[in-house]
């Protein structure tokens, strides 16, 4: 006889995320009764080109969309719908979650830096911090120059003087510098010859003194 597959009860799956193109919170999936829920937290209907969504009105603050959010995330999963509330939208996410697990991870690759013991592990911290993918000074680089081109914009539509901008660029142009003169010293580090350990050289015996001659009285 052959076996049967179990049924399950598959939830209704909502998702309340961010749109990272407008930057509305928006709502997706769902039945009438979740999109009950979500006006009931301030969330609009509204038509897609994949059907009804529900989105927060535009004009609120951060926190106030936070808040609006999270409560119809806890709403809907009382309810029994399964919800994935994305974590920059959940208020009761702790302060600074992102910040502060950076400057761990900055703390602990300094430690790893002081105690490393070979050139291997020199240059792995080095790669960390200068490597082409996913290096740190490439990712200060980016927001560097992310922030040098919205504020050209600005002091451009201002009829502002740009030279405080321009600098910030030659400083982004430093550190792509920076970063490859830290890669060719991870090379380096990378080819340190091993420590050899330490030989011991068995000591030779202590020579004995001659001994003076012995003086003969005569009789």
Not at 191 to 213: F, I
Request: net charge neutral.
């Amino acid at each position: 006889m052959k076996p049967t597959e179990p049924e399950f009860r598959v939830m209704e799956y909502i998702t309340i995320t961010q749109d990272a193109r407008t930057g509305l919170v928006i709502a997706l999936g769902g039945t009438q009764e979740a999109a009950g829920i979500l006006q009931r937290h301030g969330f609009l209907n509204a038509p897609g080109p994949r059907g009804e969504y529900h989105r927060l009105p535009h004009g609120l603050t951060a926190q106030d969309e936070c808040h609006r959010a999270t409560a119809a995330s806890h709403t809907l999963l009382a309810a029994g719908y399964s919800v994935h509330l994305a974590p920059a939208l959940n208020a009761f996410a702790p302060p600074d979650d992102g910040r502060d697990a950076a400057r761990r991870y900055l703390a602990q690759l300094a430690e790893r830096a002081f105690d490393a013991h070979s050139g291997d592990e020199a240059a792995t911290v080095l790669t960390e911090i200068a490597g082409p993918d996913a290096g740190l000074l490439l990712l200060v680089r980016e927001a560097v120059v992310g922030t040098y081109i919205a504020w050209s914009q600005l002091l451009q539509t201002a009829g502002a003087d740009p030279e405080p901008a321009v600098r910030l660029g030659k400083t982004a142009d430093a550190l792509a510098r920076a970063a490859d003169s830290i890669l060719i010293a991870r090379n380096h580090a990378a080819h340190t010859p091993k420590r050899l350990a330490p030989t011991t050289t068995p000591a030779s015996p202590a020579q004995r003194p001659t001994a003076p001659p012995s003086r003969h009285s005569r009789g």
